[in-house]
């Protein structure tokens, strides 16, 4: 028998190196890594409960089949569960809110060990994607809207739409003596009456506050109810009667008392070249036309500062943490015009960042910024779409942790394949753990979409653990989020309001930070994924 007496080769060596770096990080030797070394680098992953849980009718329907949905996302060692709360259901009547449905649900969440993100959802359910039960605004607020259509977004041609109000309203007495943010306010102070006692003993540890359709801050400006397809560059939605009044007075203030909204800005499935406004005019270039886009992209801003600090009000003291999303508009993202942005309200170019003015609103507020898409690769996506998903979600977490607040990110669409795990993983750590402590950058927590008889499957749902472990940094469930990232304190009184130039100020755009091109966690990973790294770092030091 032949004795190895020497030092092995320094290839050898190189490769047992990286055998260890790697099987430390994925834990392949239990002993490796201390847990609470790696503690700050858990994310908590909740999931998106069915939008039907509760039905049209208020009524909390199979319960028990939910009870047993809920025990196999414990199994998978989930941290919580998200879900609409509709104003829809709630407030059936003026200032009557029947929350009987909801508790029941709580209850649930609560007896099952998970905790919950509540959404304040004062929006309609039904014609967004994704959508498949219908349950509008309150009857008796479309009934206003009967004999004031005004109160609805419009588009140039005059199509109404009812699925948000148009934020317009937000501080017209139009509802029976109260404008619209005050029946969002009055809303949110009943739900804190009603579930104090789920508050007290830290079940809701975030409100996420729904500013416009699909609970997103934005524009209704692709609804496929009225026939938009992907990937049409939307239309702006500022043609209601407050709207235009409120454009005029502003256009006049400054000078320009002749300036209109948009006539060549094209419809809903046009492409930027074959409009006016984005393409061979390049209207969004003229002054005119940056004026208008930084009025409507501001009234958005305003829009959300203004509801969120009714939120704080309305939550203050309570151990919750506020947060708002921001849709994932990524197709254009990658022409001149990012045309499907602009009509959306997020007035964002190559030289201009229209995020990072949101995250600096949020910022006031305290708040997380929730942004979707976070699944998607370029590669997936149709070339003519110019779509950009990937650096999108790199510039919006950017800009969000310059601002000094936390992210929080969802699966834009159904997603149970690896390749989908893997890029949100990602984006959810995007340089990787670190086995010291915390990691440079890292989102707080991710909302998967959606609880269904297709996630639990049993292949889907067997990916699927493997992907919350991941996220958990290969740790075992933490039921103490104090215990590895930033904890969950009672909540402090919004900031003095900022004002709109210091917001504006963020609009200067920066290099995002790095995001490295994989994820060091994968869920095909394991003994034989790292021994494939291995040797391909041997067969590159070879070359």
Not at 12 to 18: M, S
Not at 29 to 38: H, I, L, Q, R, S
Not at 287 to 315: C, M, P, R, V
Not at 319 to 342: C, F, N, P, Q, T
Request: aromatic share 14%.
């Amino acid at each position: 028998m032949l004795h190895c007496v020497h030092s092995p080769h320094p290839v050898v060596k190189q490769g047992l190196r990286i055998f260890h770096t790697y099987s430390k990080t994925m834990q392949v030797f239990p002993f490796a890594v201390k847990d609470n070394e790696v503690l700050a680098n858990y994310v908590s992953v909740y999931v998106m409960l069915p939008l039907g849980v509760i039905s049209s009718d208020n009524v909390f329907e199979n319960p028990e089949e939910l009870r047993k949905q809920l025990k196999k996302l414990k199994s998978a060692e989930v941290d919580g569960v998200m879900m609409d709360v509709w104003w829809g259901l709630i407030e059936s009547k003026p200032r009557s809110y029947d929350w009987t449905a909801y508790r029941k649900l709580f209850q649930m969440v609560k007896e099952e060990g998970l905790r919950l993100q509540a959404i304040m959802s004062f929006h309609q359910c039904g014609g967004n994607v994704g959508d498949i039960v219908y349950i509008p605004i309150p009857q008796w607020v479309r009934d206003i809207g009967g004999d004031n259509p005004d109160i609805f977004y419009t588009n140039r041609k005059g199509t109404r739409n009812p699925e948000y109000l148009s934020l317009g309203v937000d501080n017209q007495p139009l509802f029976g003596g109260r404008t619209a943010v005050e029946l969002y306010s009055d809303y949110m102070r009943s739900f804190r009456k009603a579930m104090s006692d789920f508050l007290e003993e830290g079940l809701i540890t975030d409100i996420e506050v729904g500013l416009g359709p699909a609970g997103e801050t934005r524009y209704p400006s692709y609804p496929e109810t009225q026939g938009w397809v992907f990937p049409g560059i939307g239309e702006f939605q500022c043609y209601d009667k407050y709207f235009k009044a409120d454009f005029k007075e502003a256009a006049t203030k400054a000078g320009h008392p002749e300036w209109e909204l948009p006539d060549d800005a094209g419809e809903y499935n046009d492409t930027p070249e074959a409009t006016g406004f984005f393409g061979a005019n390049e209207t969004y270039l003229t002054e005119k036309g940056k004026f208008f886009l930084t009025w409507y992209s501001n009234k958005l801003i305003k829009h959300g500062d203004q509801i969120l600090d009714l939120a704080n009000q309305a939550f203050l003291g309570c151990k919750v943490k506020l947060a708002a999303k921001v849709s994932g508009i990524h197709w254009w993202y990658k022409d001149d015009s990012h045309a499907a942005e602009l009509t959306t309200g997020y007035y964002n170019l190559k030289d201009r960042d229209g995020y990072r003015p949101l995250a600096r609103m949020l910022s006031r507020h305290y708040a997380i910024l929730n942004f979707t898409c976070v699944e998607m690769k370029d590669s997936e996506q149709p070339a003519t779409a110019k779509s950009g998903p990937e650096e999108l979600v790199q510039q919006v977490l950017s800009g969000a942790w310059r601002e000094e607040i936390e992210v929080a990110c969802e699966n834009a669409l159904n997603r149970y394949d690896k390749y989908a795990y893997n890029q949100m993983l990602r984006n959810a750590r995007p340089n990787g753990v670190n086995k010291n402590g915390p990691p440079k950058h890292r989102i707080t927590s991710l909302t998967y979409l959606r609880l269904g008889d297709d996630l639990l499957n049993s292949s889907n749902f067997s990916l699927f653990k493997v992907f919350v472990r991941r996220m958990h940094a290969n740790l075992d469930f933490n039921p103490n989020p104090e215990n590895y990232f930033k904890p969950i304190v009672p909540l402090e009184r919004s900031k003095p309001e900022f004002s709109m130039e210091y917001i504006l100020e963020a609009t200067e755009p920066l290099e995002p930070f790095p995001f490295d091109d994989e994820t060091d966690m994968p869920v095909d990973g394991g003994f034989a994924y790292w021994i494939k790294q291995v040797f391909a770092k041997l067969i590159s030091l070879f070359k």
